[in-house]
């Protein structure tokens, strides 16, 4: 008798927890293993760093295709990462967790590179979503931030340089010199 073949499975998505609490990093991955346990979701935490410098090692070294990234962290803060790691032209997608609703804090975040923000005090019911928005190209913006603050504040930028899109905006701050990859 022929077995049907089983189904094919996606690989587990890797996520790096970036957070200065040890006790709110083990909470995520602790959030993690339930959800690969009760609801089917395939996660795998290949790190945790509570600092830019242990974050950027670790990106490094283990490539997570998810980086959950607190925008306060020791000896530094989450937009300082998001500036090394974009020089570091890694392809893993950051989702910022932050007790920061203020709008500058967002718009420095997703300026940064970030494609996600997510408010800590929505953490609990609100993770997967974000999570999954931010794996399928799609930007994720907490409910108490308007994704109409974050547009905007880029048409500002759009204005200012003169530009139409994200990617005309970019290759113009590379040609002008004011970032560089």
């Known amino acids: 008798m022929m ?17 200065d609490c040890s006790i709110f990093r083990q909470g995520l991955k602790n959030w993690l293993d339930l959800c690969n346990s009760t609801q089917g979701q395939h996660y795998r935490g290949v790190g945790q760093a509570a600092s830019v410098e242990q974050a950027i090692k670790l990106t490094v070294d283990q490539k997570p295709a998810l980086i959950l990234l607190d ?75 308007t994704v109409g603050t974050v547009k905007a504040y880029l048409r500002g930028i759009f204005e200012k340089m003169e530009v139409a899109s994200r990617t005309q905006a970019a290759l113009k701050a590379l040609k002008l010199g004011l970032v560089t990859v």
């Open 71 to 145: 925008i306060e962290l020791s000896h530094g803060d989450g937009i300082k990462f998001l500036s090394h790691y974009r020089r570091l032209q890694q392809p893993g997608k950051v989702l910022v967790l932050s007790g920061h609703d203020e709008d500058d804090w967002v718009f420095r975040a997703m300026q940064a590179g970030a494609q996600g923000y997510l408010l800590k005090a929505n953490l609990s019911t609100h993770i997967s979503s974000p999570m999954q928005n931010v794996m399928q190209e799609k930007i994720y913006v907490s409910l108490h931030i």
């Open 3 to 19: 077995m049907p073949p089983s189904p094919v499975s996606s690989p587990p998505i890797s996520v790096l927890l970036v957070d």
